[in-house]
Each structure stands twice: as C-alpha cells, then as structure tokens.
C-alpha cells in the first residue's frame, strides 16, 4: 500500500536506485541544489539511502534550499551525494559543514571530497568547523584528507564555543566539532 510519509514507495524511487547499482564511471558534477520540488525530492532520496542522515518533506528540503547553501552531486544525471552548509553570522564566523553525505553506492571515489572542496571554495576566508560523531571513521578520514588537501590544519574545538544549530545538530547529539584553520592555507 502507498505510504505518503515514506519515500520507498514514490514513483521514480525504485528506478533511481537501480540506476545507483550501475553507475558508469563518469566524473562528479557538483551543482548548487536549487529551490525545485525535484531537488527537494532527490534529497529526500539520499537521505532514505544515506545512514545517520533524517528523511525530510519535500517542502522542507526545498525550504532548506531557500535559506541556505545545499551542494548536490551528479554522476550521469544521477544525483548521488548532497552537502548543506551555513555560513557565519559575522565575517569572522566560521563556515559550518552541517552535513556531507553519499549514496553507498558513490562512495569511495571522490564525491565526498569534491561535495567539500567546492563548499569551502564559496567561502575562501571563512575558517571551517564540522561536527562529527567519534566513531563516524568516514566521515573523519574524509574531513582529514580535506584538511590535507586544501593546506589547513584541523583539531577538535570545545562543543559550547558554536550553537548546535548553526553546527546542524540537536542540543542532545553526540557530534563534537571540528575546526579547520584555513591561515596555513593562505600562506
Ligand atoms: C563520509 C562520507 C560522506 C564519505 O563519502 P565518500 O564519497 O566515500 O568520500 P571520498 O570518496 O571522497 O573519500 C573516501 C575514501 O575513498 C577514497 N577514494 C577517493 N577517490 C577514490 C577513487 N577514485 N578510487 C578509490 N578510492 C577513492 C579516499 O581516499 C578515501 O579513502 P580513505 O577513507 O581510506 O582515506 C560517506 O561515507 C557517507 O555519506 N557516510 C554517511 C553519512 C555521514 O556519516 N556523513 C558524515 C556526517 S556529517
């Protein structure tokens, strides 16, 4: 039976995740989301298939996209990744990475790197600070060769010294926050 709130059963679900079990090897095209009732949906699709992420309404991944920047991934028209990502409030606020996440099956081959390097490109001078759980070993591995990979040095930052909101996160999460001090970058 068709179940409203649960994105297995949406027309065009079944199709796409075919579509992720043959992925040609293609390169990663990384776009800004825009604010479609399409974009909205192909997040609510990866987050179905991506673990530790929520599955969101339509409306409110589209609103998302309204407020703030939401990077997406493609291969082969694909969409296989997404990234959201806040700038500070003032100039000397950091960039908060509030999440990166990629189909299993996309994974390992770059998407996630390519998600962070283009977010970090919009904001050159900002700093930047992601929040990640300790035993998320991807998602740390991947936030240091991201460090490595722009010249910036990355060490953990006290959790009360940013607002959960702005690092994406629940008061009563465990993820504890990373900072990337992008100065050795410029030098
Ligand atoms: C964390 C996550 C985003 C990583 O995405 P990814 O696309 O696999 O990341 P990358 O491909 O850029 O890098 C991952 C590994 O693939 C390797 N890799 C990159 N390109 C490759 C290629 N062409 N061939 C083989 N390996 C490759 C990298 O060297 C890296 O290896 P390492 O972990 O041993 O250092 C993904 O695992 C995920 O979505 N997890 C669930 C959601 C989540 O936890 N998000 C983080 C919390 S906010």
Redesign the pocket.
Known sequence: MFNPYSPYAEPGFDAWKQGLEALPPSEVLIRKAEQTAQDGRWMRWMQAD????NIQSVEDNVSKIGQQLVLLAEIADYPV?FCCVLAGRTDSDPLF????????S???????????SVAAASQPQRNIV????DD?F??R??N??FAQSIGGNIQRVPVSRFRPSDL?FARDER?RPWMIDRQQEAD
């Open positions: 991506c673990e530790s992420t990744g990475i509030q999440l990166v996440a990629v189909v299993p996309a994974r390992r081959r770059g998407v996630g790197l390519a998600l962070l992601m929040a990640t759980l998320n991807d998602a591995r991947l240091e060769r994406g993820h």
